[in-house]
């Protein structure tokens, strides 16, 4: 939640804040009048962005209760074995007809709690969790919400790396298309990952 936090202290700044970092993943802020006012705080207040508050610290996020019945939200940023973290909270969650993300597999390999959790606790179903590529190829449907409420979530939870996809496919046409093209050994492509191993971190394939 760092970006969030910055953002916030810049926008506090502007309107005539003063603004401090505290640990873990917080901002103390002096107010001034007319801000106070509109948000309803004391003179001091401290502000949490983590999953972790700062003493006396107001949460300050993502709320799922701010949804309206059918809206899609996604998120981008995943947990992994080292480092443990969510874009939205339990209530998006709750209610989510469907949640949808790239790779079941990357779910387990890299330990994203986020999504386990719910899981495990029933706040979802695992019939609920989909696959994108299986949407896509139609060997699954997700059906609207019923009587209209509810919201889909799509959790990028895994890199799809499209943008790198689409400029190859480009190059490799045009490198063809002169008939300069050398082959290259596939050895010089591959990554030696036992440090990443070692430090408990399994990136997907």
């Known amino acids: 939640m760092g970006a969030l936090r910055d953002f916030v202290s810049e926008v506090l700044e502007m309107e005539g804040s003063a ?32 999953a972790e508050l700062p003493a006396g610290a107001t949460a300050v996020g993502f709320e799922g209760d701010w949804l309206e019945d059918g809206q899609l939200v996604v998120s981008i940023a995943n947990s992994d074995v080292t480092n443990k973290r969510s874009e939205v909270d339990r209530r998006t969650y709750e209610r989510a007809g469907a949640v949808i993300i790239n790779d079941w597999e990357s779910v387990i390999d890299n330990d994203q709690t986020e999504l386990l959790e719910p899981l495990e606790r029933g706040v979802i179903r695992k019939d609920q969790i989909h696959e994108l590529g299986d949407l896509l190829i139609g060997k699954t449907r997700i059906a609207p919400p019923a009587g209209g409420e509810g919201i889909v979530y799509y959790k990028n939870n895994s890199g799809l790396a499209i943008q790198f996809a689409v400029a190859g496919g480009i190059l490799y046409r045009r490198a063809i298309a002169e008939g300069n093209n050398k082959t290259i050994p596939t050895e010089w492509l591959g990554s030696d990952l036992s440090a990443y191993y070692k430090a408990g971190f399994r990136p997907s394939p």
Do not use: N
């Open 19 to 50: 603004v401090e970092a505290v640990e873990p993943d917080g901002l103390e802020a002096l107010a001034p009048e007319p801000l106070r006012k509109v948000m309803g705080w004391p003179e001091l207040v401290r502000l949490g962005f983590g």
